[in-house]
Structures are given as C-alpha cells and as structure tokens.
C-alpha cells in the first residue's frame, strides 16, 4: 500500500477508484467498502484509494469540546487498511480552512484536477465539503462534467451491517469486548511500549508489563480487569490479564494506568512495543483494605481468566 501525505509527493494512481471517509476503527463496513473499492478498480486496470483525513475533522472544528476518543491511532488505522488490501491512501491535512472549501471545489480541485479520479464510491447517506453540501446526490449531478462514475452504497448493504464507529465506542466502554470484535472483525488493541512500574505487582507475585501508548486521543477501556492475548516485540502471542485503573489500594492519583500480566512468561519487556487484544471484561476496579486482599482476589482473576481460555467461562 502507497501512503501520500496530502498531495505534495503524490504519484500517478492508474485509474483510480475512490472513496472518502475518516474511517476509524475500520470496520466490517469499512471493509465491505474496501474490497467493493479493489472489485471496481480490477475491472478497469486503476487501483483502490481512500481519502482521508488528519487529525479528525471533529478534533480541528470542536478543539474545546469534541471529547473524542479514536479507536484506532493513525498508525494502526493505516496498518489495518494494509492488511485488508487497501492499494493507495491519502491522508490530507485537515485545517479549518481546507474545511471551508466547497463540496464543488473538492471535487474539483483535488478529485479530478489532482487525482482524476475515475469511479467513486461512497455511501448513500455520506456527504463532505463546506455545510456537508457534497450529497450523492451532487455528485450525480457534477459527474458526467467531470468524467467520472459514481457508484452508491445502497441503504440494505450498510444497514444490514448493523456497525459503525460510535457503535463501537460503546461497545468498548461498556465492557462488551465480544461485541467490539464481532463489529470490527477482530479484537479491539492498545499498542504501546512498556515501560518501568514500582514494581508492586512483582511483590504479589504478578509481575505486570506497565504500557504507555503514547496517544492522548486513543480509545481506552473502561476500567476494570480483562482476560487479553499480547503480542510481545518478536512476535510470540501469551494469554494475560489486565488492568485499567487509578490502583486505588495502592495509588492517591487520577492517573490512569495500564498494566497487563502475562500467563506463564518469564522475561523482560522493557522497551519493547506490545500489542494487547481486549478479549472479555472480567470485573470493575475495586479498592481493598489491605494488599493481602488485592492478592487473594489477583489469584481469583487468574482462575477466571485460565477459565476463559479454557472454555469454562
């Protein structure tokens, strides 16, 4: 896959097939418009390409008030279009005045000047450009001056997905990580590099890997203990525990921290970037009076945890 930031460095895309969205989470309805993309593009020698945006629009236009949390980083969002055989991607700068350019001058300027494009796809109920005025209906209306062909989503196909961002979103605050995963075709992640605790889960003998993800926009859990897979730096895949929370037996702080106990590893972390696959929520944080306490019900988690994986749970 092809990665153009804005279209400074952009190369000739042979016939390209196009469609526009933010795309966070990239999910089954996503991936249906992705290989729908690569279907149309085979059949006249282009390529797929998604125009998309950076940062999120609702981050530039609401700065003060968007509460938005992404469920994928960029990275990984780019890493996911990767894997499911997205061709090309466009990530353009989103300012406030690139937000003020007519649905016309999008076109326009970028779609056919820049890239001419030669097919769009694009849903039923999407619309883009200034006062979200770039309908599908515009665009039938713009598409033989322009010289390409627009091909719509029809309202059974998106809908009989029954999926979409804020679905998610839900899904994952709520603690329904079997949901997230049936919505976005495998387990919602946190990528992060691990990095030095106080060693308290040691002392209980449960050493945690402490993870810093690096993103002030990255979607996390609720907060609470999940049964999780890691995947460590050299790619080998454990079954784990983890915990979200303030560590209100052992912390005074509002600092939410992360910290994932592998099952059955030995070894060091330290440093290395981690992938954790949120599987199934086991319980809230809960605060004890005394670390013997905390202890007897970590032994507890485990068993739920080795439960789970075992098909008991």
């Given at each position: 896959m092809r990665i153009f930031q804005g279209f400074e460095q952009l190369h000739d895309i042979p016939n390209p097939v196009l469609t526009i969205g933010?795309?966070?989470g990239v999910h089954l309805g996503h991936q249906k418009i992705i290989e729908q993309l690569n279907n149309e593009a085979r059949q006249i020698g282009g390529e797929s390409v998604l125009f998309t945006f950076y940062p999120h629009p609702r981050m530039v236009?609401?700065?003060?008030?968007?509460?938005?949390?992404?469920?994928?980083?960029q990275v990984e969002k780019i890493?996911?279009?990767?894997?499911?055989?997205?061709?090309?991607?466009?990530?353009h700068p989103f300012t406030r005045e690139f937000s003020r350019l007519t649905a016309l001058e999008f076109v326009r300027d970028y779609l056919v000047n820049r890239l001419k494009v030669k097919k769009l796809v694009i849903?039923?109920?999407?619309?883009?450009?200034?006062?979200?005025?770039?309908?599908?209906?515009?665009?039938?209306?713009?598409?033989?001056?322009?010289g390409f062909e627009v091909i719509e989503i029809p309202p059974q196909e998106i809908d009989q997905m029954n999926v979409s961002s804020t679905k998610i979103r839900t899904a994952i605050m709520a603690g329904q990580m079997a949901q997230a995963e049936k919505f976005l075709g495998e387990p919602f992640e946190l990528h992060g590099r691990v990095i030095q605790g106080d060693a308290i889960g040691r002392e209980l003998g449960f050493p945690t890997a402490n993870l810093d993800i690096e993103s002030d926009v990255k979607l996390i859990p609720n907060l609470g203990v999940y049964a999780v897979n890691v995947l460590t730096g050299d790619g080998a895949l454990y079954e784990g525990m983890m915990n979200i929370g303030l560590r209100p037996t052992i912390a005074n702080h509002d600092n939410i921290s992360m910290e994932v106990h592998l099952l059955d590893f030995s070894g060091d972390l330290y440093d290395q970037y981690i992938?954790?696959?949120?599987?199934?929520?086991v319980r809230d944080e809960m605060r004890f009076d005394s670390l013997s306490e905390l202890r007897e019900q970590l032994t507890q988690d485990e068993k739920t945890v080795r439960n789970y994986f075992a098909g008991i749970m």
């Open positions: 933010t795309f966070d236009l609401y700065p003060d008030s968007h509460q938005l949390r992404l469920i994928q980083t890493d996911k279009l990767r894997r499911i055989g997205l061709q090309n991607i466009i990530v849903g039923y109920d999407h619309s883009f450009g200034k006062n979200r005025e770039g309908s599908i209906d515009f665009l039938r209306e713009v598409c033989d001056t322009y992938t954790v696959q949120f599987l199934s929520r």
